[in-house]
Nanobody
Framework: VQLQASGGGVVQAGGSLRLSCAAS????????MGWFRQAPGKERGFVAAIGWAGDRTSYADSVKDRFVISRDNAKNTMYLQITSLGPDDTAVYYC???????????????????WGQGTQLTVSS
């Protein structure tokens, strides 16, 4: 499977952005997906996850009021809508697909077996 993340850039604090993750090589609609991020000097951490059907989601506490994860199975694409950006959101954002089909959204890094290359989001003050 190949995952291609895009949509990052430099955004002013308080702004909004939408990240995309295009998938190929696996039956996308059968697998849960997730977004993780890694800030400079920090470990990669969970941001949001979505189940295979798109009707169940999970968020890290730090983003749940500002981020919305979604997917379009017809387009093999997942999205992350980000609002009210702050300096702490500066990071490389990675999309990932779960190893096992079906199942609920997961925040566990170990349950994902393929990762995109990451897209850089920088929030300027």
């Amino acid at each position: 499977v190949q995952l291609q993340a895009s949509g990052g850039g430099v955004v002013q604090a308080g702004g909004s952005l939408r990240l995309s993750c295009a998938a190929s090589g696996r039956t996308f609609s059968r697998f849960g997906m997730g977004w993780f991020r890694q800030a400079p000097g920090k470990e990669r951490g969970f941001v949001a996850a979505i189940g295979w059907a798109g009707d169940r989601t999970s968020y890290a506490d730090s983003v749940k009021d500002r981020f919305v994860i979604s997917r379009d199975n017809a387009k093999n694409t997942m999205y992350l809508q980000i609002t009210s950006l702050g300096p702490d959101d500066t990071a490389v954002y990675y999309c990932a697909i779960r190893r096992v089909p079906w199942g609920p959204p997961s925040a566990r890094y170990s349950e994902y077996d393929s990762w995109g290359q990451g897209t850089q989001l920088t929030v300027s003050s």
